[in-house]
């Protein structure tokens, strides 16, 4: 195994051999293989082992079987320990995520602070055919189907090719003691009971499962390079739009497969019912659905995909000897002698029409107001947005500039016949949007 996994290396890791590596170490069979087989190859290791503090003494002992065995090996060992139940409980996550979570962010602060190159993961090929089976159990496509990369990120997996069968072989032939994870024979936990249940038998009906699971997944990530494309395609077609979170929908509707299409288009935004999604496409305009993160909404002739946006505050308040507010918007306020500028950005008002402070906030339904140059019209906001051909998100980030209750400009947009500037006025108020 030592020729094969060091013929590997060379073939597809070629970098690591002049690379200071993190080894991430258990002391289960897995990691304390990897470790002896880099160092019987001379690489630049240092170990980490995290205790997640989940089984008592039988946490400890590993720890310090760790440390033992880092020293007859000379390497450096850092060690972490964790309260993984605490930070589970504390953010509504298993036991299992936890422990996930808490394990890379370390390593990732040790590859920052001590500046190693790669982090070295003992994954092998049954970690890989569970993880598929795993998958399929929870209901997947093609990218679930890929297993675990061989690398991603500072990730890398070299033991991949390799079987626990292989792994174990070379452990025992080099006489190697490891610790084992009384949690792993476990049932309740899903990958215990497809390692113990399903794998067993699937070796019997096929012993080479492993290489045949491997190359399946070489074919698929062939077909997943030409989907990959294939959207890089779509998107350019949907350019410029897209780059605003629109996708123009007869471009959608022209493809074989708009439901496809979509999934790979907005898979990345936490939407999870594609039916609905792709009943947009023939939706009345207006109609939405949501997912944790964002919003897609039926507008005309578009999707629009918008970010959930929550303000902590509904009502921002501008006092009389304000000169400028940044929240929510960047607004500058002085006061001026004339008028010298016609820009749809840019507001001038009587001051002694106004009622302070003044007000911004979003629109509410009955809001109206008196258009300027309409010669004293009322107008419903909600018509004006109508004939501005607003969408549901233009109409939700619209601020409004208030006196008292009345609107005095539909920021960026137009202003109130009422507070016009006229003859008479003896103190003028320039306000810009920007």
Same mark, same amino acid.
């Given at each position: ?19 200071k ?54 390497f450096?060992?850092?060690?972490q ?20 979570e ?37 209901s ?10 061989k ?5 890398v ?5 390799f ?8 452990a ?74 629109e ?5 959608l ?24 999604? *792709?009943?947009?496409?023939? %939706?009345n ?6 997912? +944790? #993160?964002?919003? @897609? =909404? $039926? ?22 000897d ?31 029409t106004?009622?302070?402070p ?14 300027l ?11 004006f ?10 109409k ?13 400009? *539909?920021?960026?947009?137009? %202003? ?7 003859? +008479? #006025?003896?103190? @003028? =108020? $320039?306000?810009?949007?920007?």
């Amino acid at each position: 195994m030592k020729t094969a996994f060091s013929d590997h290396i060379r073939s597809h890791f070629p970098s690591l051999k002049k690379g200071k590596l993190l080894i991430a170490i258990s002391g289960g069979l897995d990691s304390v293989v990897l470790t002896h087989l880099l160092h019987s190859l001379f690489f630049d290791c240092t170990l980490a082992h995290c205790n997640f503090k989940l089984r008592g003494e039988e946490s400890d002992t590993d720890e310090m079987f760790v440390i033992q065995f880092g020293e007859a090996l000379d390497f450096e060992v850092f060690t972490q320990s964790f309260n993984t139940k605490e930070y589970a409980a504390k953010n509504g996550i298993s036991i299992q995520m936890a422990a996930r979570e808490l394990r890379y962010e370390w390593f990732y602060d040790l590859v920052g602070q001590f500046s190693f190159d790669a982090i070295i993961t003992a994954h092998h090929a049954n970690d890989n055919l569970e993880t598929m089976l795993i998958n399929l159990t929870r209901s997947t496509g093609i990218e679930g189907l890929l297993g675990i990369p061989k690398e991603k990120d500072l990730l890398v997996r070299p033991l991949l090719p390799f079987s626990r069968n292989e792994i174990e072989d070379y452990a025992k032939s080099h006489q190697l003691n490891w610790r084992e994870d009384s949690s792993n024979v476990d049932e309740k936990y899903l990958r215990n009971a497809i390692r113990q249940q399903i794998v067993p038998e699937l070796e019997r009906i096929n012993p080479n499962i492993n290489q045949a699971v491997q190359k399946t997944q070489e074919n698929l990530s062939d077909g997943w390079q030409l989907i990959q494309d294939r959207i890089a395609w779509l998107i350019n077609e949907l350019q410029p739009e897209f780059k605003l979170g629109e996708i123009r929908i007869n471009t959608l509707k022209k493809l074989s497969n708009p439901k496809a299409y979509l999934y790979y288009l907005l898979k990345d935004y936490g939407f999870t019912e594609w039916n609905d999604v *792709v009943n947009l496409l023939d %939706a009345n305009s207006g109609k939405q659905i949501h997912s +944790k #993160t964002h919003i @897609l =909404l $039926k507008d005309r002739d578009y999707l629009v995909l918008k970010p959930q946006v929550l303000n902590s505050q509904s009502v921002y308040y501008i006092d009389e000897d304000s000169n400028q507010i940044s929240v929510p918007i960047v607004l500058d306020v002085s006061q001026v002698t004339k008028l010298d500028s016609h820009n749809v950005n840019v507001l001038f008002v009587d001051k002694e029409t106004l009622k302070f402070p003044l007000k911004l906030r979003k629109w509410e339904k009955g809001d109206y107001f008196y258009p300027l140059g309409m010669h004293g019209k009322k107008k419903k906001l909600s018509k004006f947005f109508k004939d501005e051909k607003y969408s549901l998100f233009d109409k939700n980030e619209q601020w409004l500039l208030c006196s008292d209750n009345e609107i005095v400009w *539909v920021v960026g947009k137009r %202003a109130d016949e009422r507070f016009k500037v006229t003859n +008479k #006025t003896k103190e @003028l =108020l $320039k306000f810009i949007y920007s």
